[in-house]
C-alpha cells in the first residue's frame, strides 16, 4: 500500500475492530493500542500498561470521564487518556499515545 | 507550669488533645501510661477479633505528640503520690515534680472473690494484651463461659463464640443486663442470644471454680449444680482505679473514685481526676462520652478559663450486642413516682420495647428496646430535649401499620443545641454547619467533627440531620452509578426491564449522557443479562463486557488467561480428569485444585483459548463462569451416598443447584454450599447460599461471606421439601439481584438492607410485597435460555476471530514468559521477563 508518508504503517481494517472496543497491532516490535469510539473515531497509545508490565491496555473498556476519552486498564482499572496516553490516576504511569487515521477501510498508524 | 498526667487511656488522651488546642504557652506536659501502647479505643476493642490491629485501633493521630511536644512515657507506672511535695514516684523508682496532676487512670476488671478464680486460662476483658491472651488460649479450647451478663459480658460472649467455642455466659442476677432492661425485655433478650448458640445461666452464684472432669475448669454454683469449659472470662463489672487517692487521704466516693466537683478537682485543688476513675456528686460513670465532657472540663480548668463545668451525663446506651439491638434510655425501669410505660412486646419476632412517661403523659423519660432499636435516636432526643409528646405515645413504639404513619420526630423538630453525638458533643447546628462547609457524606462528617467517630451509636441520626440540610440546602443526595447516569443501579434495573431496553446505545439515549464507562458499562450488561440473558458476546454487547467477560477468562496479571470448568458439585470422572490433564498438558498450562472445588488452568494466552475451549467441551464440559459476576461454584460434603453421619443426598443436590444458577449473571459472584448433615464439612454458611441436610429436609442458609469480612449465614428457613427449597432460592437470588448495588456481595447487601433478616423473611417467604411469582418467572427464564457461552463462542467464527493476541501478526505476546517452578509454570517476575526479552527480541524481529 503507498501513502502519503513512509511512517504509516497500515495495520487491518476498519471491521476488524469492533465499536467501542480495541485490539492490539505489532508495529516494529511496539505494542500499539487501537480504539474505534463512536463515529468511527480511532485512537493509538501504547499497548503495554506501567504498572503491571502487561501488554493488555486495548482489552480495557473505553467510555469519558468529564472531558476526557479513557481506556480503563483491564488490570488494575487505571485509566489513560486515549488522546494523550496520559494515566489519571498516577501520572508517572502514563504512556504515549500515536497518531492513527482511516485510509479508505484501512487502519494506519505512525509508530515513529 | 509542670503538667503530669497518670494514665493514656480514651479519656486521658482526649485531655492531651484538648489541651493542644488551647496552645498554652509555658506548659510542660508528661504522660504516664502503664500499658505497653499509647492511648487506643477501647470501646471498639473486640474489633482485635474481627481483625484491627493495634494500629488500627490507636487513637493518636500521627505525629502529635511530636508536634504537641508532650512528653510520653510507655510502661512507666505510677507507684506512689505524695502530695506535700508534689512529686509522683514511677514504680521503677523515678520521681516526677508537678504542679497540676492529672489522674485518668480508669477502671480495673472485678473480679469475683471465688476459690479458683486466678487459675491458668481464667481472663478479663479490658486491654488488647487480655486479648492476645484470650486469642491464644481460644485456639487451644473448645468451650468458654463469661462470668457476667452485662453489656461488655454479651460483648465478651460475641468473641468466644467468633473463636468458635461452645459459648456459656454466668449471671447472677435473674436476667441479663439487669442495670439497663427490665424483665421482660430480659427474657426476650435471652431468646435472641439463645438463638445465636450461646447458653445463658441466670440466677447462678458461682462458689468455685476447680478442676474439670471434661474440660478444664468446672464451675460450682450455689444451687449444687456445676458448669464445665476450657477458658473463663471474668466481666462481673468494673472498679475505679482510686488506689493513689485512697492511699493519699484524697476524698472517694461512696461507691468508690476519686471524688471530684463540677471543675473535676479532687480535694486537693491541684489535682484533677477525670474519666472512669473520678466519682462526681457519688456518681461513677462507665462510658466514654461523660469522661470526654470531663476532659474538657478540666483541660479549660488547667489553662486558666473558668467557664465550664461538668454537669452529670445521660448513661443512655445502643448497642448491637451479637447482632441483637439493645438500648436503654433514662429512666428505663420507670423508678420515677407516678410514672407510666407502654409496651410491645413481639415473641415470635423477639422483639420488646417500653417507653415510660410522666404522670401527665407529656414527657418521655426512658425507654427500653430490644430486638429493634430504630426508634433509639428519636426517643433519645424526646427525653434530652424535654420535646411535649404526641397525644398517643403508644404509636412511637408500635410497628407501622397501614394507614397509621409513625408519629416519628422529623429532625427538623429539634433545635439547634440539640446533641446528636454525645460522645463528641456534636450538636444539630454543629452539623448543619459542616454540611454547609461541604461535608456531605457521613466519613467527612466523621473526619472533620468527629460526629459518630466513637461509639457510632447516633450514626443513624446523623444521617439523617445531614440528609435533611443537604434538602434544605438544595443539594441532592447522591447514589448515582457513575457521572453518566442519574441513577442508583437498582433505578436502572427497574428502567431497563420495565422500558424492555435491549442496548447500551439506547439506555444511555433514553437515561443518560456521555459515552459511558468502565461502571456503567458492565454493569448494564449485567443487567441485560439478568432480565434477557442474550449471548454476552453479541455484537451489541460485547463492547460493555470487561475484559474477562469478553474473552470469558479472568485476565492473570501478566495478560494470560485462566481456564475454568465447570464441575457441577466439585464431581468429576476420571475420564473428565483424564482430558482435563490432557488439555493442560498439550497447553502447558499451570494446574490447581482451587477452594470451590474444581481444577484451574492457568496460562493460556488470548489466541489459545478458543482451541482449548474447544477440547474441553468435547470431553464434556462446559464454562464454568470463573470470569463473571455470576455463580461459581456449589461447594458440596460428599452426604449421605457415601458419609456414614449423612441425612441428605448432598452431592445431588449441588449438582442440581448448580446447573439451575450457572450462567445467573448478578451485581457480584455468588457462591452456594450444601452440606449433607449438621456437621457442616462444606462450610455452606459462609456462603451467598448455603443449604444443609436436616432428618426433616433442608435449612436454607443466605448471605454469609468468607473473605476479606467474614460474615456467618443467616437461616431463612428450615425443613424444606426440595421443591420448596428451589423456589426460596429463585426468589432470593432474583431478589438480589434485583435490588443490590452493584459489586455488592449478598452479605453487604444482606447488611443494609433496611428491616433486616425479617423483611428478607418477608419478601421471600411470606411474599410480602406479591412480588414472588414475578421473581419466579425471571429465574425460570434464565434457566430456560441458559447457553454454554463458549461453546457459542467457539462455534462463531466472528466470535472467535477476536480471540487474537495482534490484529495484525500471528505470533504470541512477548510480553507473557514463563519459568518453571515446583514442577510447573509460572509468570515470570519483571527482572526475569526483562533478561528473557532482552534475549529473544532480536529473533523476534526477524
Ligand atoms: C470491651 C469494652 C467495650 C466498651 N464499650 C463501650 C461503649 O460501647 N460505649 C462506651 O461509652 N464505653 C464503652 N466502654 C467503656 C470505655 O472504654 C471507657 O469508659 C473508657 O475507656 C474510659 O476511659 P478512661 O481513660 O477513664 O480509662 P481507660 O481507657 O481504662 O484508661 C486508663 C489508663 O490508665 C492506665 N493506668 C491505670 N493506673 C495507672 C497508673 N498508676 N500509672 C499509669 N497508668 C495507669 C491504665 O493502664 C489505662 O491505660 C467499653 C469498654 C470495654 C473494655
Ligand atoms: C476481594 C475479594 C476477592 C477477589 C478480588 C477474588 C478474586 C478471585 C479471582 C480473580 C479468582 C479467579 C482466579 C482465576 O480463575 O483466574 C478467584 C477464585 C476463587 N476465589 Fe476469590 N476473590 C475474592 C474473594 C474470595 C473469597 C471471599 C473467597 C472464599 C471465601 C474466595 C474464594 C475463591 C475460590 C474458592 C476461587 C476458585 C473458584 C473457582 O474454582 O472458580 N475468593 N478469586
Ligand atoms: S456434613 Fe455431614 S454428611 Fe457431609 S461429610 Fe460432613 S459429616 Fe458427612
Ligand atoms: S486472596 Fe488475593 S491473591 Fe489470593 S486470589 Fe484472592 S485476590 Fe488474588
Ligand atoms: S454518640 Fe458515640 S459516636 Fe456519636
Known sequence: MHTASPHWTAVCSLADILPGTGVCALVEDRH?????????????IDNIDPRSGASVLSRGLVGNLGEQLVVASPLYKNHFDLRTGACLETPEHSVRSYPVRLNGDSVMVAPG | MKILLIGHGMVGHKFLEELAQLRQPGTEVTVLCEEPRAAYDRVHLSEFFAGKSADDLSLVAPGFFENSGFALRLNTRAAALDRRARTVTTASGEVLPYDKLVIATGSVPFV??????????????????????MTEAGARSRSGVVVGGGLLGLECAKALRDLGLETHVVEFAPRLMAVQVDDDGGRILRGKIEELGVRVHTSRNTLEITDGARARHRMVFADGSHLEADMIVFSAGIRPQDILARQNALAVGARGGIAVDDQCRSSDPDIYAIGECAAWRDQLFGLVAPGYDMARVAARHITGQTDTAFGGADMSTKLKLMGVDVASI??????????????????????????????????????????????????????LNRIALPADPEFLILPASDGKAKPGL??????????ICSCNNVSKGDICAAVADGATTTGALKACIKAGATCGGCVPLVTQVMKAEMARLGMAVNNHLCEHFPYSRQELFHLIKVGNIKSFGELIAR??????????????????????????????????????????????????YSVVPRMPGGEVTPDGLIAVGQVAKKYGLYTKVTGGARVDMFGARLEQLPAIWEELIAAGFESGHAYGKSLRTVKSCVGSTWCRYGVGDSVGLAVELENRYKGLRAPHKIKFGVSGCTRECAEAQGKDVGVIATEKGWNLYVCGNGGMKPRHAELLASDLDKDTLVRLIDRFLMFYVRTADRLQRTSTWRDNLEGGLDYLKEVVVQDSLGLAAELEA???HVVATYQCEWKTAVTSPEVRKRFRTFVNDGRPDTRIVFVEERGQIRPARAEEREAASAGAAPEMAV
Open chain 1, 32 to 44: 500499539i493500542a487501537i480504539f474505534r469510539l463512536a463515529g468511527d473515531q480511532l485512537y493509538a
Open chain 2, 511 to 560: 437515561h443518560g449522557k456521555g459515552l459511558g464507562c468502565d461502571i456503567c458499562k458492565p454493569t448494564a450488561a449485567s443487567i441485560f443479562a439478568s432480565c434477557w440473558n442474550e449471548f454476552v458476546l453479541k455484537q451489541e454487547l460485547a463492547s460493555l463486557q470487561d475484559s474477562n467477560d469478553y474473552f470469558l477468562g479472568n485476565i492473570q496479571k501478566d495478560g494470560s
Open chain 2, 330 to 383: 433514662g429512666d428505663a425501669q420507670g423508678r420515677t413516682p407516678d410514672s407510666r410505660s407502654f409496651r410491645y412486646m413481639d415473641e415470635c419476632k423477639r422483639i420488646y420495647k417500653k417507653i415510660v412517661v410522666s404522670a401527665d403523659g407529656k414527657q418521655l423519660l426512658g425507654a427500653v428496646l430490644v430486638g429493634n432499636a430504630d426508634e433509639y435516636g428519636t426517643l433519645l432526643q424526646l427525653a
Open chain 2, 410 to 419: 422529623g429532625v427538623d423538630a429539634l433545635p439547634d443545641s440539640a446533641q
Open chain 2, 778 to 780: 425471571q429465574m425460570a
Open chain 2, 112 to 133: 469475683p472473690p471465688v476459690p479458683g478464680n486466678d487459675r491458668a486460662d481464667c481472663f478479663v476483658y479490658r486491654t488488647i494484651e487480655d486479648l492476645e491472651a
